[in-house]
């Protein structure tokens, strides 16, 4: 008598992947950094843009598997959503939330963090 496979044993879960653990993010030597490369890119960080960057840097001292561009854009959108969510975000950073805050902040590349979508800059 043939026994049916269960779907977890056709799909056996895989194991998370963790990453490295980063250094501690939130050091006056840090926030030097991540101001003269804003800077260098010809961003004047306002409260407005410290505060989405205080989400991240939130976001990866409290996250065990955050490489999704895609999971953590939705978790920006829903934090900053009184402010206008994405169009909000866009606005602060033209180039694009994620790719600017890595940059400047010199954070490790997230799994789809390039938006290949429709064009529609706000």
Known sequence: ????????????????????????????????????????????????????????????????DCENARALATLMCQEFAEQGGRKHLYKLFPEGPLCTIHEIANLPPLLYQEDCSSGTRF
Do not use: S
């Not at 026994?3 to 840090?30: G, S, Y």
């Open 1 to 64: 008598m043939l026994h049916a496979a269960t779907i977890d044993e056709m799909f056996p879960r895989a194991e998370p992947m963790m990453r490295p653990p980063l250094p501690n993010l939130k050091t006056p030597v840090n926030y030097a950094l991540i101001k003269q490369r804003a800077n260098h890119r010809g961003i004047q960080l306002t409260q407005d843009h410290w505060n989405v960057i205080e989400f991240i840097l939130d976001f990866y001292e409290h996250c065990d």
